[in-house]
């Protein structure tokens, strides 16, 4: 798996991923790769694409098919087209990949049809991307999710233009832990417990819960923050994510290192700006 952190400014967009890759086979891990690339830029577009789930379909990394999209593609290379058209066009271009070479190994792997295999059970290809609109003065991202976004038009919005803020993406469960101060799936399951055990809380008592558990959430303002001050953010919150499985998962399928890109009112092409190619 991975993690991948969006940040919307009102100058541009941060987006930060971890570089480990997890390989397995019948649902076990059975090599973890630290060096990976998973951030990417839109050829000379303001558009930078971050990347998580699968590490591959077929025999090539997703990051090969990215980059044949990025060169090929007659969306991308059209100058008017739109970041909501350019992600439906990533939407259907990796679902055709992953229909042809993602289905039938899965099919094979657990020697059953597709149609049969729970959803909780495919693999996904999950594509965040951020960036700028022909014209547009502020900045965009939009996610692609295969095989679950398989409908035209089912790519999905993440922020709007002048939508400010950040966003965890795959295993992001320890961002979301230390945002919001506890684990609202703990909570959750505390309330279920409770009411089996006593008369079902109130939509009042409800509310009121969810009132204290906005109490104690930290508030970060991300309306005028800096670039820079995003992609410190950024990487604050990929390395909480690769430092928590370094200490407490067996298998530290977050890991390696962080991996950053921005781009900002100036539309230039979307920069890379750390990455495990570069040098410490």
Not at 193 to 209: K, Q, V
Not at 216 to 237: K, N, Q, S, T
Request: charged content about 30%; aromatic content about 8%; overall charge negative.
């Amino acid at each position: 798996m991975s993690v991948a952190v969006s940040c919307n400014l009102s100058d541009g967009v941060v987006l930060a991923v971890d570089s480990a890759v997890a390989l397995r086979t019948a649902g076990a891990v059975v090599k973890i790769y630290e060096n990976a690339e998973k951030l990417f830029p839109l050829g000379d577009r303001p558009i930078g694409m971050a990347v998580y789930g699968l590490a591959a379909m077929g025999k090539r990394t997703i990051g090969s098919y990215l980059r044949e999209f990025a060169a090929e593609n007659p969306v991308v290379r059209d100058p008017s087209s739109t970041l909501e058209q350019i992600a439906e066009a990533a939407r259907e271009y990796l679902l055709a990949a992953y229909l042809r070479e993602v289905v039938p190994d899965v099919e094979r792997e657990q020697r059953r049809p597709w149609d049969e295999i729970p959803a909780a059970d495919r693999p996904r290809v999950g594509v965040v991307m951020g960036g700028f609109s022909p014209g547009a003065r502020l900045s965009e991202v939009w996610r692609v999710i295969v095989p679950d976004h398989e409908m035209p038009g089912s790519a999905r919005l993440e922020r709007a233009p002048g939508d400010f803020g950040s966003d965890g993406y795959a295993m992001d469960a320890p961002i979301r832990r230390y945002l919001l101060g506890a684990d609202r799936t703990l909570v959750g399951e505390l309330i279920r417990f409770m009411e089996r055990r006593s008369t079902p809380l109130s939509p009042a008592e409800e509310a009121r819960i969810s009132r204290i558990l906005d109490d104690h959430a930290y508030e970060v303002r991300h309306d005028a923050m800096p670039m820079d001050d995003g992609i410190a953010y950024a990487r604050f919150l990929v390395e909480l994510v690769i430092n928590h499985h370094r200490f407490t998962s067996r298998d530290a399928v977050v890991g390696g290192k962080v991996q950053i890109g921005r781009v900002d009112y100036r539309r230039t092409a979307f920069e890379v700006v750390d990455s495990p190619r570069r040098s410490d």
